[in-house]
């Protein structure tokens, strides 16, 4: 067992909407943050609520001793959401004053607001929800970017290299160039690191 | 409220519905099967055309019969009236498949020739099952739909149906009268839609109803006494003959009417209109006081509307039509006979609300229903 | 940094674990959150020339491995909570024998449950079969026990039992490997060593059960996987198994406690090292028990306790039975994590933590005016959204207040709007083929509606085959629809027997259901329900109509599936004519939207009128037959060209 020391831990959050490729997101940024010597771990939901439903992966990272795989009320640093309304829903759960958002700023309707069930809230007051529970909110237009690339898939990519571009963290871009290299398919390469670049670009730019 | 969550809880819950098909055939969420209609799913649309064309929900008979007749030909019993007839069609051949004399079909077979109409949406059975609606624009297939169906058919899906497109440009109707009630619901609505909707309906021909039955009631009834390959016709006789006959491959098989009562639709409880008198001709068997037999193989024919005048006139010149003289007391008996329906009706819809002046679908302050309600036995 | 550590999945380190232990066979039946080991077994299949298979159930799979031991290989099984339910049987059994090879159950339990019918506390079957279980905190632990799991269950020749939980099984982190261990195989089944659990050597066999499992808690009382943290003098003992050490060590570190509270992490939860728990019970005023589920610590602690009279002297105890170990649901109910222990410590030491109130409310309050929830949904080309719309309509017409009993898999989100919430009875896997054959049986009490029981193709094989033979041979009045997409989709698209088309035919011989329906005398019809979803509908209601046992298989691949298969194809996607579509006018109001409801369908508030993402659009032409306007059509998305 790893001794009880008092380094700093930072907790992440990837959410989005299931079938978005949150996943894979948050298990390439775990295989930076271990390539970086970090002991990292990874809070995951997987099976039925991959079907439309909400889905979060927690990845929380420290030196020296393991780490439960669930982010503790309020005490989320950084959020990267795929979906604005599902931004929302994990700050009220995790965030803080301080908390930094990257927010993909495409909606994705429930089904239940497609059949008139529900209403999805008005685009400016979610906006301004997010900024109420959040220390920064940085807005990326991460569909639109994808299927710029030509992959709507490639989303998560996108999100990852915004986060790799927003200066939140101090993970390396080559680090996670070679992740992607050596952790996603041949086929998808190329795209996917046009994503990544993307969204780095639109981060730090 | 949405119009299907009203029609299911104001028509089809209460028994009201007749299972004309006016609600269907518009919408994925109205379908007609096997007699009932079903609401599947809901649509949240309120005033949907459901709703305005359905014959069993808000009907103000008094404006609408103003708006389609002359105020001057109507009689209270039985509505607009130019005229009742005894026809039977000139064509033998027509007549032998016919249930009574043939005079509907014939007269389809004629408007359409004269262009009154350039189709017809009408039902075809098997032997007076499994009814089916189809669209006819040629006299043969008017001749495969001869005979009748208990079962109520939702014909005016096949209306709906037929109105939609630009195929049909003066479509002719045959109902009983809940369907050419709701027919001229639906004139009025789709002239409100659009002012030249109106003008697709062509000519509606009415046919006069006691009731109808239930249609998986009239379906074990018929498996009880025959199986239905076999089943050629069916009619009801009037009921001092007591009895209901199947005509069979194997012959007449006479079914008491103890066995029929049980399955009378119960919407047809409720009903006031004996004649069709929302049509431009309304039809029924010829009824004779005097003896069943004496107008045997004869129709007795109302003309309501000028059309229906002009159409009829036209089959007496080309001779289509076989008149016969009528007795005056004809008349007196089938204004008895709708009039006493049209007590029964009132008095059904009094003992299901409990409340003179709530008649579910009929207005109270319509001056033939005053009229009533201020007699015996209801005063 | 070693150049080992990789990342793994807690799944992916039990695997790992038990290559290292040598196993030859592992085999299991899929359910979330237990599939991946299995999965990452296939993936080690060929380079390490061991088998590896899905079984048809989690019997079946024990059954199967348990032959390894007998010959004296190691071999794993892997199931979720449910499938120990399933297996128990034999675990009772089998946990009689002498075994002559490691064999090692694995059960992943799903505490507020993210993916099952049920939120079982699968430890009571070891105290149940008497045999060993432990409980891993992290995936590097996850690993160490697999590996070493196997190798005790062959010294002590019982099976051992490795509990996860779903965070730990599908969270990640860093794990150090080590080498692999490929034990040479001799396999030999000893034929004057019989294994045979008839009555008279029953007690006997478990007369030496009983004593072997005393060796085992001591060799237990020194085992690694259970260590203590903090002072030696702390009053207040943390007691905890599994992530509970994880989130109760991130507590007291959080509250600055580690200077005065006590950490004892289990990880041999049973049998229970008595010695220990009984040494930091005498050291402690106050005991606070940390664990998943069910106080199953906590109830055997407090006997141990009590049987010590008073040794022990007076300890307060706090836990699952105080109330003082809670979530929302309650105590004993839904997941443990790090704000259940965090509240559970500030409330026994009357203690603040971290915590901004002004920042909840504000939370709240945006929560409760905009978070709209978001349902789960049958995918875009789903299959059984045709399914259940022609069961829907086809009930509706019946009009006798018909229903569907199924079970879960995909499919049960059928009990929601995705669904048309047809499915109104849902339990166990194949429950709703039992339940229908008793519902018919109401029929002599004056109960006239039909019960139609669905199931996946690969839960018709894992357990409903003995409802299908009961319902036949009892001459029950029952309609079966089993709705075959030819994966066993919900857990990942594993292959099973059904998976007719899809399968290579190297991995299993595939049994198509009407082959075995048939075979049982029974009236069955095969249609693809998304092709033709009137025929669909036709079927359904002319089969409630008849008498006797029905079966309908609707066949169509899950589209998900297809789509991952063949990434680079031709793809089609469906258009809306803008100028057919009638929006929310009378005799549409917007029915494929609100109806239909399938992902790839949006509608355009502003304009009226419908489309479709054609993005994520799978082409699986539904929506073309369902549209009232006709307004539909199929494109092809690389030409634009119209297909249909």
Known sequence: MSTVVNTPVTNLIITGVGGQGNVLAARLLAGVLLKEGYEVAVGDVFGLAQRGGSVASHVRWTKGRDLPPLVPGQSLQILVAFEPLEALRLLTAYGNAETLAIVNNATVMPIGVQAGRFSYPEPDLLWQGIRELTGKTMIVPGTEMAREVGEIQALNMVMLGALAGSGYTELRKETFCSVIESETPAKHLEKNLLAFERGFQQASG | MSCTIELEKGVIDTDLCTNCGACTNLCPYLISFKGRVIRVFNCETENGRCHAFCPRINVDSESLRDDFFDKEIYVPEIGPFYGLYLTRATDTGLRSNSQHGGTTTALLELALKEGFIDSAVLTQSTGGLEPQTIIATRPEDIRNCQGSSFQIPPTLAGLNEALKGEAYKKIGVVGTPCKTLAVYKMIKKLATDDEHGMDKIGMVFGL?????????????????HTTVNKLKQMDILPSSFGV??????????????????????????????????????????????????????WNQLIVRTEKGKELLEIARAKGVLEFKDMEPYNLDKLKKASMNKKRTGLKNLIEKTGNKSDLMY?????????????????? | ????????????????GALEGGVSYSTGYPGNPSSEIIETMFSFKDKHEISVEWSVNEIVALEAAAAFSFAGLHAMVAMKQNGINVCSDFLT??????????????????????????????????????????????????????????????????????????????????VTLDSIERPKAEPFFDRDKPLVGLPHLVTINHGKLLQKMEKVQQIFEQSPF??????????????????????????VETLSLTDTVGILKIGTTWPLPAGLLQKYLKQADEVLFVEEIDPFLEDQVKVLYAETNGEMGAVKFYGKKSGDVQGPGG???????????????????QRERPWSKD???????????????????????CPHRASFLAIKVALDLDGRQGFVVGDIGCYGLAAGATGFNQIKALHCMGSGMGNASGFSKLKSFGFNQPAVAVAGDSTFYHSCIPALVNAQANKADALFVVLDNSVTAMTGFQLNPASCGVAASDLINPIPVEELTRGLGIKTAVLDPVEDIGKAKETVYNFLQEDGVKVIVFRHVCATFKKKKIKDGQRSSARVDQEKCLGEQCGCDRFCVRIINCPAIQYDSPKAKAYIEEDICNGCSMCLQLCPQKAIMLVDTATGEVVK
């Not at chain 2, 006069?208 to 009880?224: S, T």
């Not at chain 3, 920042?359 to 080309?381: I, T």
Request: aromatic residues 6%.
């Open chain 2, 244 to 297: 209901m006959e199947l005509k069979t491959e194997d012959g007449l098989i006479e079914i008491p009417l103890d066995e029929i009562y049980p399955i009378i639709k119960e919407s047809c409880k409720y009903c006031t209109d004996f004649t069709a008198e929302f049509s431009d001709i309304s039809i029924g068997g010829a009824r004779s006081s005097a003896g069943w037999k004496v107008d045997q193989g």
């Open chain 2, 362 to 379: 009929l207005s109270p302050n319509d001056p033939v229903i005053k009229g009533i309600l201020n007699s015996a036995p209801f005063k």
């Open chain 2, 208 to 224: 006069f109803c006691g009731w109808g039955l239930d249609w998986l009631g009239l379906d074990d009834l018929v498996k009880r």
């Open chain 3, 359 to 381: 920042y909840a409310q504000k939370a709240a309050a945006h929560a409760e005016k905009m978070l709209v929830p978001r349902e789960l949904s049958f995918c875009q080309g």
């Open chain 3, 226 to 251: 259970n260590q203590y943290e903090g002072p030696d003098d702390a009053r207040l003992i943390i007691m905890t198994t599994g992530l509970g050490f994880l989130y109760a060590r991130e507590a």
């Open chain 3, 93 to 174: 059994t089998v946990a009689l024998d002498d075994l002559k090879g490691g064999l090692l159950l694995v059960v992943c339990d799903d505490p507020g449950p993210l993916t099952s019918s049920n939120e079982e506390d699968s430890r009571h079957f070891a105290k149940i079969a008497q045999v060993p279980l432990l409980e891993p905190s992290t995936p590097q632990e996850a690993k160490e026990m697999a590996k070493w799991l196997l190798n005790f269950s062959k010294q002590m020749g019982i099976p051992c039992i490795l509990r996860s939980v779903s965070r730990l099984s599908h969270g990640r982190s860093g």
């Open chain 3, 1 to 16: 940094m070693n150049e080992k550590r990789i990342l793994l999945m807690g799944n992916e380190a039990i695997a790992r």
């Open chain 3, 331 to 349: 105590p004993g109910v839904g997941e443990i994590n790090g704000d259940v222990v965090l509240d559970a410590l500030t409330k026994i030491l």
